[in-house]
């Protein structure tokens, strides 16, 4: 069984839910540090207006004096309307894409709720995204669990909590991930790839690194087809 993690991303982008696609087991990763400036409440969408050609969609949190919060202590800023208009900026862009109908009313009701933990709105996202997409993947929450260490250690008792044989990381791992420590403890590990795929959006020029919504709204059903479609033969390495 293998394993992969990632913080919980703000209606996260193709990649993440490729990593996803990819395991047997995916974790949530919302017992580190909350970062600053990232994609854990902000991302993208494909919007016909400003010289950029998309929004960005940042949900407001409370940072003063809480550099050391985990993700999963972040609270969100409710003094203003940010998911109405968070809403709004997703309904204009979207409408009349191929299939707009099919997923507007579930983002809806997510948004109406008035949510206190970014952590929570993000697990809620990605869920209704994974089930969109149809990637039945086993989820688990590290906050949930007793993880411990940094790095490759984390990585390692992350396997041990759910009783993985391996763990697969992202490209962005290299840069930290030591192998010869999976190795030891009788761990397998890989390094994943990912290749964005080009498809229908309804705005031109094309511009990948949207939020995963943009591929639902305007692919739907082909989505997760599409992703993997993306990928060399050779993805892991």
Not at 56 to 84: A, G, K, M, S, Y
């Amino acid at each position: 069984m293998i394993l992969a993690g990632h913080q919980p991303e703000y209606l996260p982008y193709l990649g993440f839910c490729h990593k996803a696609m990819s395991v047997d087991i995916f974790m949530i990763v919302d017992h580190v540090q909350y970062g600053k400036k990232q994609f854990q409440n902000r991302n993208r969408i494909h919007a016909n207006h400003g010289s950029a050609g998309w929004a960005l969609l940042t949900v407001p949190v409370i940072t003063h004096d809480r550099f050391e919060q985990r993700i999963c202590d972040v609270e969100i800023n409710n003094t203003t309307d940010w998911n109405e208009k968070h809403f709004k900026s997703i309904y204009f862009a979207y409408k009349g894409s191929a299939f707009f109908q099919d997923y507007i009313s579930l983002l809806e009701d997510i948004y109406k709720q008035k949510w206190t933990k970014l952590a929570l709105l993000n697990e809620t996202l990605i869920k209704a995204i994974f089930q969109a997409m149809g990637i039945n993947v086993k989820m688990a929450k590290s906050s949930d669990l007793l993880i411990e260490g940094k790095k490759t250690e984390m990585l390692i008792n992350m396997c041990r909590q759910v009783g993985a044989d391996g763990y697969l990381s992202g490209q962005g791992g290299k840069h930290y991930v030591n192998e010869e420590e999976f190795t030891k403890v009788g761990l397998t590990h890989q390094f994943l790839e990912f290749n964005h795929p080009v498809y229908r959006q309804k705005f031109k020029p094309f511009i990948p690194y949207m939020s995963s919504i943009d591929l639902l709204f305007n692919c739907g059903p082909q989505s997760k087809e599409i992703i993997l479609a993306a990928q060399t033969p050779k993805q892991l390495s």
